[in-house]
């Protein structure tokens, strides 16, 4: 399970006995290799805070440093994999779209790295412009494009050093169909990732000494895939953001994931032994402020951030208590962020009921003073109100569709709503009312979206059956600023609109 521990136990050494042989390829006595991973990094080219418990961490200058140290005190050969998501969720990314970051990851030395599913979040000539401009291979296996490939690569085998080769195959989540704007997907297909694994991986294996998934899935398809696929070694996740101070075991095969943002860097140290190579110990490595700095990249990122925030400090209001965009809250229940935002959208467009995904509250806007900034990065991707008509049953189906989420993957698709009450029992809609009365599967409804749900974002296909639509013109960002420019500190306060409990047995 994810978990913050102190920094005494995020570095340690493990026995054989706890990390069994990963290949079965014969190697060299004496071959060694350390392999860094990180994983959804988002933008942030500054260090955050923690919402979890306040520590600043991460900071690429940080993150790089860190990196460049175990390459320059360990002899061994070193790999660096990136676990996808690289664009979206900060002022800078949405402003220079993720430029910066790349040419900085190849800085840092990264090997290789998988699509994530928001790498598409700026369109595809975006990320086509990026993928093009990267001293690393962009790894996926299960992406296609058509007419036009991808400029991207379904595996690669890396040479490190010693003879040494590792396989690495690229795995991006089938929710890319469904996590960026439709207009975004025009001739990308997803096929099953499974199915992909199957049909590569034992190719690879008889290349690699080092069979290594490097998947941005999240870790209920990565055990899946474990389970499923023989001959992989390593699966290196992202997608979930969780946090394991060690591997979580599947089928024999490990899968590291590192927390989010450059958080934390994950180092798997490996040995020939017996003819095999085997994993010798597992280390979790908070950045944080006690972390060292590269001062190059420390002044390239303060010179990025002063060209973004120049006009971006100025206040629009405060709010009376933070606006939490906290993942483990906003995406599995009612969130004082969520009720602000949709009854907002309800109040100025008249609408019966306002839906919008979690996934769409990128940051969270702290208590006190708010700036453009703040609500800027809370609202990156330029969304517009749409507003239509549908039936009771499209709503219910839709209503069906977020509680069906397993709470543990902390899914984007989750729904904050206003006008409405649902309970979720299990995974099941037990009930949903309009004022006192249930909704009606015949009657038709008034609702207010964001343009990514009304056009089926995140899967949902029944609201692009949505009548008389109405593209407002108004930003969803352009909303929350005015909100806030009311004059009265914002203070919202949840009250029961959505219920989770156990199913009945």
Not at 21 to 38: E, I, K, S, W
Not at 165 to 171: A, Q, R
Request: net charge negative; glycine share 10%.
């Amino acid at each position: 399970m994810p978990s913050l521990l102190s920094r005494t136990v995020w570095s340690w050494l493990l026995s054989a006995a706890l990390f069994p042989v990963l290949a079965a390829a014969a190697c060299d006595p004496g071959q060694r290799l350390t392999l860094l991973h990180f994983n959804d990094y988002h933008g942030q080219l500054e260090p955050y805070a923690d919402p979890r418990d306040h520590t600043e961490r991460g900071g690429i200058a940080r993150l790089a440093a860190v990196v460049a140290q175990i390459r320059g005190e360990d002899p061994r050969p070193v790999l660096l994999l990136f676990g996808g998501d690289f664009l979206q969720g900060t002022l800078t990314s949405s402003l220079f779209q993720g430029i910066p970051d790349l040419t900085l990851f190849g800085r840092m030395g990264v090997d290789a790295a998988v699509m994530g599913n928001h790498e598409l979040d700026y369109g595809q000539d975006t990320f086509r412009r990026l993928a093009g401009l990267a001293r690393f291979p962009i790894l996926t296996a299960n992406v296609a494009s058509h007419p036009d490939p991808l400029p991207v690569r379904p595996q690669v085998i890396l040479e490190p050093a010693d003879g040494l080769k590792v396989g690495v195959l690229g795995l991006t989540s089938p929710e890319l169909a469904t996590a960026t704007h439709p207009r975004n997907m025009d001739g990308i297909s997803v096929e099953e990732p499974v199915t992909v694994a199957r049909r590569l991986v034992p190719g690879l294996r008889e290349q690699a000494d080092l069979v290594v998934v490097l998947s941005h899935m999240g870790i209920t398809d990565d055990r899946r895939l474990a389970q499923s696929v023989p001959g992989i070694d390593l699966i290196v996740g992202g997608h979930n953001h969780n946090l394991y101070a060690e591997p979580v075991m599947e089928a024999g095969v490990a899968i590291v994931q590192a927390g989010e943002r450059g958080g934390w860097l994950g180092r798997l140290d490996l040995e020939c032994r017996d003819g095999t190579l085997s994993r010798t110990g597992y280390t979790l490595i908070p950045i944080d402020a006690s972390s060292p700095a590269d001062p190059e990249i420390a002044a390239e990122v303060q010179r990025i951030a002063a060209s973004a925030n120049q006009e971006m400090d100025q206040e629009v209001g405060t709010s009376a208590r933070e606006l939490s965009a906290w993942r483990e809250l906003i995406r599995r229940e009612e969130a004082p962020f969520g009720d602000f935002l949709a009854d907002q959208a309800r109040e100025i467009t008249l609408a019966d009921v306002a839906l919008f995904n979690a996934g769409g509250f990128r940051s969270s806007i702290p208590a006190g003073r708010v700036t453009l900034k703040a609500i800027y990065q809370a609202f990156p991707f330029r969304n517009e109100l749409v507003v239509g008509d549908i039936t009771g049953a499209q709503l219910l189906a839709a209503l069906q569709r977020s509680a069906a989420l397993d709470p543990a993957d902390n899914h984007g698709a989750f729904l904050q709503v206003s006008g409405l009450h649902y309970v979720i029992a299990g995974d099941q809609l037990e009930s949903a009312t309009l004022g006192d009365a249930p909704i009606d599967p015949t009657r038709r409804y008034r609702v207010v979206t964001s343009d990514f749900l009304a056009a089926g974002g995140d899967g949902y296909a029944m609201l692009m059956a949505m009548e008389n639509q109405v593209m407002t013109g108004r930003l969803i960002s352009d909303m929350v600023i005015e909100a806030f420019r009311g004059g009265a500190p914002v203070d919202p306060r949840t009250d029961g609109r959505i219920v989770r409990r156990a199913a009945r047995p």
